[in-house]
């Protein structure tokens, strides 16, 4: 991935979730490719415009993309070092109104107004599987591996609060994609060395359970709540989906 790609990766899916904010596409057959030539000529390759040179927007700063059209923001100040942010195929790392995204910086996990490129909250409490709830913009969820607890973190308050017990520690998801269903009811959790799938609303962990045996790759939930999905590592990777069946789950 080249530096500017690298940088720009959280400004460009920040400015896409924005509130109200349809993505721009082009829907003929051609090829669009990133300009050579003019003010947006990509680094020293093509031109002068990268976040290493004079003129290209500071944090906070945008510019409107000479192929789609869609407003760019920039929202970190990440040059020449590395960025550990956990963007991957999750929409969890915004939350729910998309005002907020979650970033990963070298000093520490944040989140970072996606209108203005400023820090909210520094410090915040995770790991790889962290992720903002699906329904509730001002809660971000978390737990320690090797605990039972369920944590939520209040991006008002800066407090954390325990949601539930489980009857076993947390082990991991993979830290790849979604483990709640877009309502933000059904979650997908490693209990105990099981996936495991539970209810928050009725408060009910199903019955059963799927080995987390994917070794370096994930497991997750569907966007409806109807499936558990795991990539198993290997070569070539395995994946696999799994219906949930809630009425005999209980």
């Given amino acids: 991935m080249s530096l500017i790609r690298q940088v720009l990766t959280l400004a460009i899916a920040a400015s896409l ?9 082009v829907t003929d057959s051609g090829t669009h490719p990133p300009p050579t ?6 680094y020293a390759t093509h031109g002068a415009f990268a976040p290493t040179i004079n003129g290209f927007p500071g944090v906070g700063g945008s510019f409107v993309d000479p192929v789609f059209g869609s407003t760019i923001r920039r929202l970190t100040n990440e040059v020449g070092q590395q960025s550990d942010a956990e963007i991957y195929s999750r929409k969890g790392w915004f939350n729910a109104d998309s005002t907020l995204v979650h970033h990963r910086a070298p000093n520490g996990r944040r989140f970072i107004d996606t209108g203005s490129g400023q820090v909210v909250r520094s410090g915040v409490p995770g790991n790889v ?6 329904d509730d913009a001002d809660t971000w969820y978390d737990w320690s591996y090797g605990s039972p607890n369920l944590m939520k973190y209040s991006v008002s308050s800066g407090r954390s609060s325990v949601v539930k017990t489980f009857p076993g520690a947390f082990g991991e998801l993979g830290g790849s994609v979604d483990w709640q269903d877009r309502s933000g009811r059904y979650m997908v959790l490693n209990v105990a060395g099981a996936i495991r799938v539970w209810d928050r609303q009725a408060d009910v962990l199903y019955a059963g359970g799927i080995p987390d045996s994917f070794g370096g790759g994930w497991a997750s939930i569907s966007p409806d709540g109807n499936y558990v999905l795991m990539s198993v590592s290997g070569s070539p990777s395995l994946s696999q989906s799994f219906r949930i069946v809630t009425a005999a789950g209980r």
């Fill in 37 to 42: 030539s003019g003010p947006y000529a990509y």
């Fill in 17 to 25: 979730a924005l509130p109200g904010h349809a993505a721009a596409a």
């Fill in 129 to 134: 599987d962290s992720s903002f709830a699906a």
